[in-house]
Structures are given as C-alpha cells and as structure tokens.
C-alpha cells in the first residue's frame, strides 16, 4: 500500500522508490475475443482519407467499456488496429476508471492490448473490492500496457490514497510485481515528494469524547 512506501522511504535515499503495492490492482482486462459492441450518435466514412468517423461513441466489451465525443479508426477491425478517441474521454477497467481528453488504443487479437492517455491531466481512480477506499492517481501522460502489467505516468504524476500522497514527473507501477518506481527528471526537475498523513487514533478520540466533566468543588464557590 501506499503507506508502506511512506514508512519505507525515511530510509531510502536514493530517487528511485520502490514498494509493495494493493494487489487489488488488474493485470489486463480479461476480454478474451469477447464480442466488441459499438454504438454512435452520428457515424461517417471518408472513403478518400480510409478513415470511420464516428461521434457520440459508445463501445463496449467484457469489463471494458469507453465513452468519447468522437472516435476514429481506419477500419471497422479489432484484429490489429489503433483506435483514437478524443473529446470527454472516459474509460472503465473493471474496478478501473480513466478520464481524460485524447486516448490511443491499440486492439490487437480482439483484444486491448495498450493505450496511450493523455490529458489536463488525465486521472485514474481504482477501487478496492469490498471497500469504499479508492487510489487516485493523475498525470499529463499514461502509458498502460495491459499484456505486460504496467502503467507509466510522465509529467505532473501524482498518487493519492487517503490522506497519503507521492508526486513526481515519473511514477511507474509494475502491477505483476506489486511495486512502484518514482524518479525525478534530474537535477532541474522537481524531487520526489511524498506526503504522509498518521491515521487517527481512534482510541484517544474515545477517551476525551468518554471523559467525566469534574465535578463543581464547593470549596471553590461564593461564600
């Protein structure tokens, strides 16, 4: 978990940050030549240019679902294509969310295999199984490559769990291997900058909210 790395790091001194990260997190999509749906407002072929238009698209399969104002393609073909999609962009990964403006995917065997994000910033949220709390991470670019298990985050990448947070202008997760690496850009880059926040004692809370008020001394009243 992010904390964890928080505690890890007091005595870590180099830029390069390693930790164990929530298992929770999906390797790749599981869609397995599953049948792709594909539905949209407006759609139109530019015979001259070999490219489908297509706006309000809506395209589904198995646990992959993305949302954009326009989408594009050379063909109507998931074997071995690259999609782009532009516009209010938002993509569902099971318990994986991604928003952002323009995202390239490239489909191959009918299946996703990486996209490139991009956004002001684009934004990833997950969310663990059975619990309310959720990893938030964002950045200017993601590169996530579905087969191999690894989501790089270049420029102004950050995340967030609870009140625990890292920063850098690369963060990089390895999800097979459950770990994270954080780099600056060098020397003139910003460092990596973590902020932890102690979770609160509950206990302590308990005992001022379960105090007895003193009681008046007579003693030390008006005569």
Known sequence: MLTFLLHAVRNWPLLALLCVLPAYLPAQIETPRLPISLDADFTD????NSMLTFRGLRLTQGNLGVEAD???ASELDFEDSVWQFSGNVKIDTGNGHIECNTADLHFSGHRLQVATI????ATFELKRPQSDKVTYAEADKLEYDFDAGVIEFTGNATITEGGNRISSDF???NIREQRINAQ????DGDKVRITYTPAADPGARDDVDNATPPEDDPGDGPP
């Open 45 to 48: 072929l530019d015979g001259k």
């Open 184 to 187: 600056s850009a060098g020397a």
């Open 70 to 72: 326009v989408g594009r």
């Open 171 to 173: 963060l990089l997760y």
């Open 118 to 121: 991009t956004g002001e910033p």
